[in-house]
Every structure is written in C-alpha cells, then in structure tokens.
C-alpha cells in the first residue's frame, strides 16, 4: 500500500449500549484507542466484536453513550471516516471490480477516483480482472476488492471484522504486509480475530469482550497471548 502519512486519528467509547429488544449486545464500553494503534478484539462467537466494528463504522446507532474520534476535525473529513470490512463484502456483484471501486470514489469523494481504483486494483492483485463481474470472483478474490473498497478514501481509522476470511496464505500474508504499511503510516488498525496468526502479531494491544462487555485490555496487565488464546476458544 502507498506509504503516505495518514492525519491521526483515535477512537474514544464513551458507556455504550447497544440493546436489540430486550438483549443486550454490549454494555457500558468504555475505553480509548489512541491515533495510530493496531488493536485486536478477542472473545468468543457473541460477545460483542462484531455490533462494537460496527458501532464503531457508525452503521448502528449505540441505544446509549457517546462515540467520538479523537485527533480528526469535528466534520470528520473523508480520510477520518472509518474504512470497514464486514464478514459480508459490502460491493457490488453484477458491476465490475473496477466499477464497484469507481463507485465507492465517488461516494467518498477520492480526488480523482479512477487513478486511485487503478492503485488499488494493482496493490491487491486484481489488475487483470479488473473488467470481471465481481460475482464471478472466489471468495478471496472478493474479500481483496472489500479490503480495497474500505481503504479507497486513504480512512485514517480502519476497522477489519475477521480481515482474513476466504483468504489463502499467500493471501493472508499479503494482508498483513499492507496492514502493516498503512500502520506505519499513521492509519489506526481495529480488527476483530480468532486466535494467534500472522495478523494478530502485529497487534500493538488486544482487548477481550464477554457478554458485551470488556473483561481484559493488554494496557491494564492482561497478556497478549491470554486475550488470543481465549479468543479462540
């Protein structure tokens, strides 16, 4: 990925709640993701990583507390809106590769938009299918062009809900060269993972979510290697 530098930008959760009827997906969260830190969530199937990504994409609504952006400008500029992969790609199968990222330029506003899809299609690797449908692609092959989709604004904060799925291991190595790179850069990683792998290690902090709630944050004490284990029970 280009290496240029990324305004800083960190992500503050302030008591949030978010309730589906009488459920709770996650209660009183609070803490603080500084610009520039690569921190993985961990814990099992329904504790709460997925509706926190997506709190955090602003694609929910919290039923209570206050999300905020540490280091961006109140409008929170194109480059401060977060990039988001989801376990579904979010493009467009019946336009091209090249298309659904021409689109999602546009709707980011990306100064010249079809030099930046060019950038992207050659950084993961999908210059020769530019042209093809996307839903003649495999399930890695989408997963490349949703990666590239949420980084076509240069987002100063990206969060990844299992960044690696459908990847292979050249894949999975290629993702975690440009994660990375664009860290170096200035860009705040958020990712929620199962388990130890080339991915996790670049982890500067992990934080562990049971029941909706936080339960265990490197920064207070917790081991690295004990939030992944657990993670992937």
Known sequence: ??????PPTGLRFENIDKRYGGLFALRRISF?????ECVVLAGRNG?????????????VKPTAGKLSFPGADAALPANGRPGYVAHTTMVYDELTAEENL????????????????EELLREVGLMERRDSLVRTFSRGMRQRIAIARALIH???????????????????????????EVNRAGCTVVMSLHGE???SALATRAVQLDAGRVIADTQSGASLHSILTFGSA
Request: no cysteine.
């Open 1 to 6: 990925m280009t290496a240029l530098r990324i």
């Open 32 to 36: 603080e993701i500084a610009p520039g």
């Open 47 to 59: 504790s709460g990583k997925t509706t926190l990504l997506r709190v955090a994409a602003q694609i």
């Open 102 to 117: 021409l689109l999602f330029g546009k709707l980011q506003n990306v100064e010249n938009p079809a030099a930046r899809a």
């Open 154 to 180: 240069r987002p100063s904060v990206l969060l990844f809900d299992e960044p690696a799925t459908g990847l292979d291991p050249p894949g999975i190595t290629w993702l975690a060269n440009s994660l990375r």
């Open 197 to 199: 792998s080339e991915i």
